[in-house]
């Protein structure tokens, strides 16, 4: 008989000598739907905010966030990254979190690098688990737009007051900082796309995407559209940029709520 993972509200799973740390709101994953959220290229399981507890509020499902080794808590990883950490992620990692939690059904919710990591598994993989994509802003490509904003962020962390709100949320900060930017900064990074992934997605997909969102345009929209053979809803929210979570938190977590009920049901724990 094989045994249930014992999951505690908050902690650590140990992966390959990595120690990720997480946040569950609700029931164990072995025992309801559950969303699994992928954080942001400087996000972390505390820069979710109060977003799992609403979402798990709305959906009377399960929620789990974990931070990617080099953020929040998480072990430190090596520098400079490989222009493929989020193929790595997706491929190596998020398989190993998924099993470790004991995850059965659900819904892999990602926010801009985190929707990345969400494509290329559910476009690598074909796991009946995953039920559908929830993305928040994500990119699939590489725009100029994007890859100015990650210019001013250097800027800001070298001499503005980025670095001091960061290192607030992440215990190795530099690792967290140089981790992502320096990769998105390399030339070579320019190359990167991965549109490919999208025709291979057999789930319904969800994007939500702000009008002012400073890292990507409409054009990720419509190459989705174009590519995936299930269904693609979009939410635009109005004024809002590149965190609608954050920004406009009623009208993100409503629809990724009536997105989720749609796929997996209202689900009731019992009692």
């Not at 929209?221 to 938190?249: E, F, S, W």
């Amino acid at each position: 008989m094989t045994k249930l993972p014992v999951l505690p509200a908050k902690g650590f799973i140990e992966l390959d000598g990595e120690r990720l740390e997480y946040r569950l709101v609700g029931r164990p994953p072995v025992k309801a739907p559950t969303l699994i959220l992928l954080h942001e290229g400087l996000g972390c399981v505390g820069l979710w905010g109060d977003f799992p507890e609403k979402l798990a509020a709305a959906t009377k499902m399960s929620v789990f966030a974990y931070s990617r080794a080099g953020y929040g808590a998480s072990s430190p990883v090596s520098l400079p990254r490989p222009l493929t950490y989020m193929h790595q992620e997706a491929q190596k990692t998020l398989p190993k979190v998924l099993k470790a939690i004991g995850f059965r059904r659900g819904i892999l919710v990602g926010h801009s690098d985190g929707a990345s990591i969400a494509v290329i598994y559910a476009g690598s993989v074909q796991d009946h688990r995953i039920r559908g994509l929830a993305l928040i802003a994500p990119h699939f490509f590489t725009e100029d737009v994007g890859l100015a904003e990650i210019a001013k962020a250097k800027k800001a962390y070298r001499s503005g007051d980025l670095k001091k709100k960061l290192a607030r949320w992440h215990k190795h900060v530099n690792v967290a900082f140089k981790g992502w930017n320096n990769a998105w900064l390399n030339p070579e990074f320019r190359q990167w796309n991965i549109v490919g992934f999208l025709e291979y997605i057999r789930t319904p997909m969800l994007i939500l995407q702000g009008t002012d969102d400073q890292y990507g345009t409409s054009r990720q929209i419509t190459v989705a559209r174009d590519k995936c053979h299930y269904p693609v809803d979009v939410v635009m929210l109005d004024g809002v940029k590149h965190a609608p979570h954050r920004d406009a938190p009623d009208l993100t977590v409503r629809s990724i709520a009536e997105f989720a009920k749609r796929l997996l049901g209202t689900y009731e724990p019992a009692a």
